[in-house]
């Protein structure tokens, strides 16, 4: 009787999950826009694929890297404030890379770091020379403090389809107005293509410029990054993506650019790879391990952690993927009071309650997910809209921790407010309009623990 009892009692608790949306989208899949959609810049040997990201620790310095695609020079960057009151220009030469894959070989690849910045300042940055000369823009970061108010824009597995250039561009005319974005993995999708066509990693950088180059990229890898295939002769896990993408790893003592973590406005961001050994004693578990203790939330109030693979996730699609991932670590996302975790992989979107799952032991069988207000809350953001198209075999009932889910595609704004408060509102592709579909505020988990009022969908 106990047995039937209790089983009767978990299946009515599987049954108050949250909102399942009724919008359909489309259902073929996203086709790629043609490599001729994204020329060169004119110009001989023009700088292209420009992108930045965070260069240190709090903000003060930026990584620009830019691709020559004939010749290494110039390898130079010169930059200025843009106010106008002192036009005095500033160089920094880059390193320069490049690699070969399968049949590919690339161009120049240039990252400079370029330190030494002022805060909350707009600065002009210019490559090339002559007729080939571009120059971009970059506004720094507030000094890191506890009620700095700072927008994030999200978009995760983003590719370059024509759903992913409605993402984009949704995502760079949202009046909220991010002001740097967290990729949770997943951009070129070249693997999905004969002998991983490297071609796709030129085409990406040059169709994300408009945005990347301007503001910066916190970037996360994922399992379309790997580009590890023997057969082509081909051993070296991640060649491409850490070739053309760097991030100031060494700065939060990190071993690997895969893992590390960065300070912005009133944020503590920690990016994890799902694809690297995390069982214990590896680099990445014990990178991790030290690294909590460091978060000040006195400082940074606003911790957020991204992944590519998600560890709460109710669609069939990759289902219980990163569970152990999940196993490993949710007990420190617990115990250090996580805001909030950023996931793709998943091509569709989702909102977990603050769940945690993490007092079984090899005994009592208490392996149920349970609300906690200590724990984040967990997001599914692989809805960029890439090739492989949207994942829309969602289990059901719709589990109890999931509280708003869409198999669709669409972009994220996170408005950090202050150090109790932030407002998110996730806002899916609907008919070449960016419509907000969820939405809610957040309340810090350290400073102002209170419930929030989850049902948030609009």
């Known amino acids: 009787m106990w047995l039937i009892l209790s089983l009767l009692f978990n299946i009515i608790l599987l049954c108050h999950g949250g909102t399942t949306s009724s919008y359909v989208r489309k259902l073929e899949a996203s086709m790629d826009m043609p490599l001729e959609a994204f020329p060169p810049p004119p ?21 620009i890297s830019w691709v020559t695609p004939v010749e290494r020079h110039p390898d130079v960057v010169w930059y200025w404030k843009a106010d106008g009151k002192n036009t005095h220009q500033h160089a920094r030469h880059s390193t320069i890379t490049s690699y070969r894959y399968f049949n590919y070989s690339s161009g120049y690849i240039h990252h400079a770091t370029i330190k030494g910045l002022e805060y909350d300042t707009k600065y002009i940055y210019v490559l090339g020379k002559g007729n080939a000369t571009r120059q971009f823009s970059f506004t720094t970061p507030p000094k890191v403090g506890p009620d700095v108010p700072y927008t ?33 993995g997943d951009l070129s999708y070249a693997d999905d293509h004969p002998f991983h066509d490297q071609r796709k990693w030129d085409t990406w950088g040059r169709f994300v410029e408009k945005s990347a180059a301007y503001q910066p990229w916190i970037w996360c890898p994922g399992n379309h990054e790997i580009d590890f295939v023997p057969e082509i002769g081909e051993y070296q896990a991640f060649k ?25 406005a009133s944020a503590y961001i920690i990016v994890l790879s799902s694809y690297s050994a995390y069982a214990k004693y590896t680099p990445q578990y014990d990178w991790l391990q030290n690294e909590f203790p460091k978060v000040d939330r006195s400082e940074t109030p606003w911790l957020i952690v991204l992944m590519h ?70 997001f599914t953001l692989g809805d960029g809209g890439n090739i492989e198209g949207r994942a829309n075999n969602f289990i059901e009932p719709q589990p109890d921790y999931s509280a708003y889910r869409e198999a669709s595609f669409g972009h994220a704004i996170l408005e950090i407010k202050n150090r109790t408060h932030a407002y998110y509102s996730w806002n899916r592709n609907h008919d070449n309009v960016a419509v907000t579909a969820d939405s809610m505020w957040f309340f810090n988990r350290y400073w102002y623990p209170k419930e929030e009022n989850s049902s948030g969908a609009v």
Request: glycine share 6%; aromatic share 14%.
């Open 43 to 63: 110009g001989y040997n023009a700088p292209e694929q420009v992108h930045i990201t965070q260069g240190d620790r709090t903000g003060r310095a930026m990584i």
């Open 152 to 184: 994030f824009g999200i978009m995760g597995d983003l590719g370059q389809t024509y759903d992913s250039n409605q993402t984009l561009h949704h995502y760079m005319s949202n009046p909220r107005k991010g002001q740097a974005v967290l990729f949770p």
């Open 240 to 264: 491409p993506y850490l070739k053309r993408y760097h991030v100031p790893y060494r700065t939060s003592q990190s071993t690997s650019p895969l893992w590390y973590s960065i300070k912005r």
């Open 309 to 378: 693979t998600p560890w709460y996730n109710s669609n069939n699609y990759h289902y219980m993927e990163g569970e152990s991932m999940r196993v490993m670590f949710e007990s420190w996302f617990v115990e250090n009071k996580v805001d909030i975790v950023l996931a793709g992989h998943v091509h569709s979107y989702e909102r977990t309650e603050r769940v945690s799952n993490i007092k079984y032991n090899i005994t009592n069988g208490l392996s149920k997910p349970v609300r906690d207000p200590s724990a984040p809350v967990y």
